[in-house]
Nanobody, 123 residues
Framework: VQLQASGGGLVQAGGSLRLSCAASGRTFSSYAKGWFRQAPGKEREFVAS????????YYADSVKGRFTISRDNALNTVYLQMNSLKPEDTAVYYC?????????????????WGQGTLVTVSS
């Protein structure tokens, strides 16, 4: 069972990136998914979450209106579209899956984690 995050990189402030998280080893179509991030010297924080069928989403206030989480269950993949990026968005971004239908903003509510992808936003 693996979650593989990709799409990170270096971008200027105001730019966009799309992160992807592909699951392998089993089907995660009935699991809620989430994105978290951890900046240097800071604790891991919630970014966005989506329920099992994509019908409900939830965002941290710091990214609301700029980031969009979505999923394609046929591809076993969850996405995070990040627009209007700011230097304070710089962090390692992690995808996660939980064995429940409903979304959750608490990292302890997730059962599987990807390895992380680095996003760096320059000013």
């Amino acid at each position: 069972v693996q979650l593989q995050a990709s799409g990170g990189g270096l971008v200027q402030a105001g730019g966009s990136l799309r992160l992807s998280c592909a699951a392998s080893g089993r089907t995660f179509s009935s699991y809620a998914k989430g994105w978290f991030r951890q900046a240097p010297g800071k604790e891991r924080e919630f970014v966005a979450s989506i329920n099992w069928n994509g019908g409900s989403t939830y965002y941290a206030d710091s990214v609301k209106g700029r980031f969009t989480i979505s999923r394609d269950n046929a591809l076993n993949t969850v996405y995070l579209q990040m627009n209007s990026l700011k230097p304070e968005d710089t962090a390692v971004y992690y995808c996660a899956a939980r064995r429940r239908y409903d979304y959750n903003s608490n990292a302890h509510g997730y059962d599987y984690w990807g390895q992380g992808t680095l996003v760096t936003v320059s000013s």
